[in-house]
């Protein structure tokens, strides 16, 4: 599984207290958002997620270089740096895909 951050979705991926990006009515940061009962906190899902090796973070190195965002300072551990051409060879080499915009 292999979660790719692009544009404004690099930003829910700040670290708690991170303010490059400021929050407003629409914004989500992982470590905060849960919408109730019967879900899981995003943080709970996100560590079932990578905990099993078999699911990775990827964020867009523009996307975040653009809005000053660091690897490893700004955003969570769990995400790691991706171009354009890693994504597309990755859906190229894909079995399903699924995308929300």
């Known amino acids: 599984v292999v979660l790719a951050l692009m544009g404004d979705g690099?930003?829910?991926f700040l670290r708690k207290g991170n303010n490059k990006e400021e929050a407003s009515p629409d914004s989500f940061r992982v470590e905060e958002t849960f919408i109730g009962e019967p879900f899981?906190?995003?943080n709970?899902?996100?560590a079932k997620i990578t905990s099993t090796g078999n699911?990775?973070?990827l964020a867009c190195?523009?996307?975040c270089k653009s809005r000053k965002i660091e690897f490893g300072s700004d955003l969570l551990d769990c995400v790691a740096p991706m171009q354009m051409?890693?994504?597309v060879r990755m859906l190229e080499e894909a079995k399903k895909s699924m995308q929300f915009m």
């Open 10 to 12: 690099v930003c829910t």
């Open 85 to 87: 051409p890693d994504l």
């Open 44 to 46: 709970t899902l996100l």
């Open 55 to 57: 699911g990775v973070v």
């Open 61 to 63: 190195t523009s996307c």
């Open 40 to 42: 899981k906190t995003c």
